[in-house]
T-cell receptor, first 113, second 115 residues
Framework: GNSVTQMEGPVTLSEEAFLTINCTYTATGYPSLFWYVQYPGEGLQLLLKATKADDKGSNKGFEATYRKETTSFHLEKGSVQVSDSAVYFCALSRETSGSRLTFGEGTQLTVNP | GAGVSQTPSNKVTEKGKYVELRCDPISGHTALYWYRQSLGQGPEFLIYFQGTGAADDSGLPNDRFFAVRPEGSVSTLKIQRTERGDSAVYLC?????????????FGPGTRLTVL
């Protein structure tokens, strides 16, 4: 079946540090890949997505590239801010699975000033 | 425009009771999803509606769980004979057409506590 594995957290960084959160997936065919973010006290919201191999999704300074050969979709940001503190979820969706989202366990990021 | 709304935001009930959780999706979205999120975990799929029909209910854990969407808009998740293990945040999401490439927009969730 489909599955998503995220790097274990929590992750604590200082402001302006470089961020990488690893995400790998298991799925047949060509899933769509997503990063969702949950800020404290708020609901899940889409951060970025990529729907085919080699696509790069980007938003708010975050980037992730869909790598079919390594089945990965790592999230990166060059310089994090305190306001980026949140829980980040990697997820995939496949047409043949009814387009449901399969999520990873989430990575808690804390950015200190 | 208005996002996905869910009511109530919090529900506390006693073991064995019946509960209903409501989801109001974004207007015009034909696809609606229910997920359940336990503490420290990612959301887990429960059921997917395309219009009025349940296109995929394979994530419902057992027959105590049931969901409806009679007019293709608002949906209600119903849990009978609640158990303490049902305690979680129940999330609803909607998307335009239900394609795997579509963005799913999530509501704020209903936190269910079964005492």
């Amino acid at each position: 079946g489909n599955s998503v594995t995220q790097m274990e957290g929590p992750v604590t960084l200082s402001e302006e540090a470089f961020l990488t959160i690893n995400c790998t997936y298991t799925a047949t065919g060509y899933p769509s890949l997503f990063w969702y973010v949950q800020y404290p006290g708020e609901g899940l919201q889409l951060l970025l997505k990529a729907t085919k191999a080699d696509d790069k999704g980007s938003n708010k300074g975050f980037e992730a590239t869909y790598r079919k050969e390594t089945t990965s979709f790592h999230l990166e940001k060059g310089s994090v801010q305190v306001s980026d503190s949140a829980v980040y979820f990697c997820a995939l969706s496949r047409e043949t699975s009814g387009s449901r989202l399969t999520f990873g366990e989430g990575t808690q990021l804390t950015v200190n000033p | 425009g208005a996002g996905v709304s869910q009511t109530p935001s919090n529900k506390v009930t006693e073991k064995g009771k019946y509960v209903e959780l409501r989801c109001d999706p974004i207007s015009g979205h034909t696809a609606l999803y229910w997920y359940r999120q336990s503490l420290g975990q990612g959301p887990e799929f429960l059921i997917y509606f395309q219009g009025t029909g349940a296109a995929d209910d394979s994530g419902l854990p057992n027959d105590r769980f049931f969901a409806v969407r009679p007019e293709g808009s608002v949906s209600t998740l119903k849990i009978q004979r609640t158990e303490r293990g049902d305690s979680a945040v129940y999330l609803c999401a909607s998307s335009k057409q239900g394609a795997s490439t579509d963005t799913q927009y999530f509501g704020p969730g209903t936190r269910l506590t079964v005492l």
